[in-house]
C-alpha cells in the first residue's frame, strides 16, 4: 500500500511534468487556466513579440470583471468616453482571444462574471484540478477540491505558452474548525477569526487545508468564502475536500461531465480525499462554537474582532507591531480600545468574489426583506456574476434590495477595488463583504469594515455598525 | 528593462511598516496599463503625494522625498513585504522607478515570485539584522550595504555579513540572464508526453 497522502499532495503528485530536483523547480502543468482584463496585456504582447502560440487555448477561459461598469446605463460606448484606459483594456482582451482562440465571456455574455464566481458556477472548475489566474483570490476554486492559486503577469505568459509552471512545492497547513456554528455565525466570520488567528502572513509558504465539522457543514458557497480569503492570510491555495455536498453542486453544470464520464470522474474524486495517517507540515484548530460574527477594524484583513468586542489596546499589540497598529489606527480615525458597535457609516457595499454569489445575496436579502436602509446611507449590491443577477431577479431578491432602498447593480468586482469608478469617498467608512481593508483599497482615502453579508445587511438598515444577532432576535 | 542582478553596493530607504500590501505599493488605478510603462509615479503614490496625485504636492516626510534617501536604490521593510494582490505592476513599479532589492524579514509568497522575475532581489534577513539596518540607516542615511548573489551575502554597516537564502534556480536565473520561459519552452517534449499519457481526462475537461 502506497503511504498516506494528503489531499494537495494528490494533486500536485498527478500534475507533475517534472519533479523537482536540485534546486530546480518542478513543472506544474495547469488544467485550466483563468483570464482577465487587467493581469493579461502584458503576457499577450510578450506571447506576441516571441512569436509564441497559446499551447492550449481549449483549456483556457476569460471573463472581463475588474474594471468592467455595474451602472446599468453605461454601455460600451459611454464606457468608451468615460473610461477610456479600462475600455481599452476590455479590446484589448477581446482581440487577444480573437487572435488565440481563447473562449472569452465578454459584455453582454450571460456567463460573465467575477473570474472565481464564475469558474465554478459553470463547472469549470472541478476536484483535483490545477487552476491558476493571474489573480491572488483564485485561492476560492479550492472549495471544489481543486489546487488553485494566483500567478504574477509574467507567469500568466508561462501559462498561455507551455500550459506549465515553475513551482517549488509548497508546504501543507490543516485548518482544523471543529464545533457547530452559532446563529448570525457563517463562513465569512469563520475565515475573518482564522486570519485574525494566523497572521496575515501566517500561511506565507503554504497551502491551507480546511477541515472540521463546522467546514464540512458549510454549503458550496460558504466553502468558497473561506477559500477565498486564505491568501489574507498568507497562503497561496486553501483547499477543501471534495464531498457529496461537492459532487451535488457540480452535477449537471455546463461544464462538469456528464453521463459515463461523469461517473468515471466521481470514482476519482471519492480518492482525493487526504488519507488518514497523511500528516501536514502545520496544523491550527479554531472552536467554531465559540465564534461571534466578526468585524476588522484595522489596515488589513488580520485585524479583526468579535463584533461585540473592542479594538485591542496599545498593550495589548506586540511592541514592534505598535508603530504599524497605530499607522492603521489613524488611517481609520479610530482609537485603541473602542468599540466598533454603533459606529457611523456611510456605505454598504455587498459584492466581490468573497460575497457575491446567490446564497450571500439571499443571506443579505433575508435581513432586509421588508425593512429599509438607514437615511443617507448608500447601500451598494453587486452580484458576482450575470448568471446570480438574473436568477435574483427572477426569485425576488432583487426586487427586495430595491425596495429597500439599495442599488442593484450589473456584475462586476465594483467597490473591492475601485477600478471602475464605484469608490468610496476620502474619510467614508463602508462596511463591506469584500476581502481586503487595506489602505484606499476600496477608494482613496476610504475606510472599510469587512464583515458578513449578514452583518452588512443588518448595518445597512441602522447606518451603523450592527450586530445581525440583534436585528435576528 | 535589466532582468539580471549579480552585486549592488548602495543606501536604503526606510520603510519600517510592516504588511505593506501591494495596493500601497501601486494602486488600483494604475492598473489600467497594457503595458509595463509609467508605473515609477504610481509608485507608493498615497503615501508620497497630497492626496495620492503624483502631479500634486509631494509629502514630504515620506522617505522617497526626502532628499537624504533619494538615491538610495534599496528598500528597507518591515515584515511581509508585498502581501496581497497579485499583480505585477507593483515590481515592476519599484523597478521602474529604480530600486533594485528589497530588504525585510519576510516577503508574501507571489510578491517573491514576481519580483525575482523582473530582476528585483528579495533579500529576506532575520529580525536582528533588519533592526540594525534600520537603526544604521537612522544613525546616518548614507550607511551603504552591499548585497552580493553570487555568495549570497549582504555585508553589514558593523564589517560583519550575513547570508541570507534566495531560490537557487531564480538565483540562476537572476545571475545568468536564464529566461524562465524559454527555459519551460524548452521542456515541450515532456509537456508533450503528459498531455498525451493524461489526454482522456483534460478532453473531458475542455468538453
Ligand atoms: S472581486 Fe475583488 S478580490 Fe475578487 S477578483 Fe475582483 S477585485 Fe479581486
Known sequence: MSRARTLFEKIWRRHLVTAEERGLPATLFIDLHLVHEVTS??????????????????????????????????????????????????????ANCERYGIPLYAMGDERRGIVHVIGPELGATQPGMTVVCGDSHTSTHGAVGALAFGIGTSEVGHVLATQCLLQHRPKTYE???????????VAKDIILAVIAKLGIGGGTGHVFEYTGEAIRALDMEGRMTVCNMSIEGGARAGLIAPDDVTFDYLEGRPMAPSGEAWEAALEDWRSLPTDGGAVY??????????????????????????????IPEDEAVEPEKRASFRKALDYMALEPGQQLEGKPIDVVFVGSCTNSRYSDLAAAAGILRGRKVADGLRVLVVPGSDAVKRQAERDGLAQVFVDAGAEWREAGCSMCLAMNGDQLAPGQYAVSTSNRNFEGRQGAGGRTFLASPLTAAASAITGRVTDVREVLS | MSKSFTRYTGTMAPLPIQNIDTDQIIPASYLKVTDRSGLASGLFSRWRYLDGDPEGEP??????????????????????????????????????????????????????????KNGLLIVPVAEDVSASLFDAVAADPATEVTIDLKARTLSLPDGGETNFEVDPFARRCLLDGTDQLGYLLNQAPAIRAFEAANAARLDTRSG
Open chain 1, 41 to 94: 496585456p502584458q503576457a499577450f504582447t510578450e506571447l506576441a513579440e516571441r512569436g509564441l502560440a497559446v499551447r492550449r487555448p481549449d483549456l483556457t477561459l476569460a471573463t472581463m470583471d475588474h474594471s468592467t461598469p455595474t451602472d446599468p446605463s453605461i454601455d460600451t460606448a459611454r464606457l468608451r468616453v468615460l473610461d477610456p484606459e479600462g475600455s481599452a483594456q476590455l479590446d484589448q482582451l477581446e
Open chain 1, 175 to 185: 485548518v482544523r474548525v471543529d464545533g457547530r456554528l452559532q446563529e448570525g455565525v
Open chain 1, 281 to 310: 507540515d502545520r496544523t491550527a484548530m479554531v472552536d467554531g462554537s465559540s465564534l461571534e460574527p466578526m468585524v476588522t477594524y484595522g489596515t488589513n484583513p488580520g485585524m479583526a474582532i468579535p463584533i461585540a468586542g473592542a
Open chain 2, 59 to 116: 509629502i514630504s516626510d515620506f522617505v522617497l522625498n526626502r532628499a537624504e534617501h533619494g538615491e538610495a536604490r534599496i528598500l528597507l521593510a518591515g515584515d511581509n513585504f508585498g502581501c496581497g494582490s497579485s499583480r505585477e505592476h507593483a515590481p515592476w513599479a519599484l523597478v521602474g522607478y529604480g530600486f533594485r532589492a528589497v530588504i525585510s524579514t519576510s516577503f508574501a509568497d507571489i510578491f517573491r515570485s514576481n519580483a525575482l
